[in-house]
């Protein structure tokens, strides 16, 4: 059944924070660019990094890597990537990277702040994974902590023996930014022997959360379509499109943890929806 966009729309309006009524402007309406980019730059710090919950699940002020993953996907999406936000992000995540180019997933501090329960210390994290893809997605090139990255990457990737959850969510997106498309190709069809892409539940997740194949695979003709069939891409659109709430929007599956939190995932997940149903041909 189709889905209601005015109503979707009006939810937006209604409850979506500023940034993400700016993001929904741009992506649907047609407005300028840089009414996102300064939307993003209140959650940005001084030292380039990203904080103050933009990231809904970290509600902490100091810069975080899942943070800054967050504004460099947007910056992405507003064509940004090359800005000097962007620019300046990506040089705080080189220094917080280990000499391998790791990403830890948290840095010290968090802790004092709410923050969700999965958030825990760890070194080399599916960060390193998500933040190598969202830079080599934004055409950024001679970079020296992306080269270390992306090694790391690839290392992780092609040894990695039980392949589940967000880790597969990240390799895929890294394996469709990856400038190597053949061997990234390799790689998903070594995946495809792996794991069962049709629902894949995350380690300590609440009942009712998995990942699915527009989680794994959102575009038509990414190499990470090459794990998800047609039939289960289908399956999930319909899946999405009943979901729609009566208030217009879409709600998220994993841990609703604080009324802000999940009024914050709301509008992006909102947005995510109608993203997917557009770049699939639904809307």
Same mark, same amino acid.
Request: include cysteine; charged fraction near 25%; charge should be negative.
């Given at each position: *059944? ?25 992506? $649907? ?20 990094? $990203? ?9 902490? =002020? ?47 501090? $968090? ?5 969700? =329960?999965? $958030? ?130 879409? *709600? ?32």
């Amino acid at each position: *059944m189709p889905i209601d966009h005015a109503t979707a729309e009006n939810f937006i309006w209604s409850a979506a924070r500023l940034l993400d009524r700016h993001r929904y402007s741009y992506l $649907f309406k047609g407005d300028r660019a840089e009414q996102v980019i300064d939307a993003l730059r209140p959650y940005r710090n001084r030292d380039g990094g $990203f904080g103050h919950a933009l990231e809904p699940d970290l509600r902490g =002020p100091s810069s975080q890597p899942a943070a800054t993953l967050y504004a460099l996907e947007i910056l992405n999406e507003a064509g940004a990537a090359d800005g000097e936000l962007g620019r300046a992000a990506r040089a705080w995540v080189a220094r917080v990277a280990a000499p391998d180019g790791a990403i830890p997933s948290v840095l010290p501090g $968090f802790e004092d702040y709410p923050h969700a =329960p999965w $958030f825990q210390p760890e070194p080399g994290s599916v960060l390193t994974l998500a933040l190598a893809a969202v830079s080599h997605a934004g055409g950024v090139t001679g970079d020296e902590w992306l080269d270390r990255a992306t090694e790391w990457c690839w290392r992780a990737i092609e040894t990695h023996e039980r392949p589940g959850g967000y880790w597969l969510k990240y390799a895929c997106a890294f394996l469709d930014a990856a400038p190597d498309e053949q061997r990234a190709r390799a790689a998903v069809e070594s995946l495809a022997t792996q794991v069962d892409p049709t629902a894949i539940a995350p380690v300590g997740g609440v009942d009712g959360e998995a990942l699915r194949p527009l989680d794994l695979s959102p575009r038509p003709g990414s190499p990470s379509r090459g794990l998800v069939s047609e039939a289960g891409v289908e399956a999930h659109l319909e899946l999405v499109e009943s979901e729609q709430r009566q208030d217009g929007g879409w *709600m998220f599956d994993w841990l609703a943890w604080s009324p802000a939190q999940t009024n914050d995932w709301r509008g992006n997940v909102t947005i995510r929806a109608l993203t997917w149903l557009r770049d699939n041909e639904r809307l």
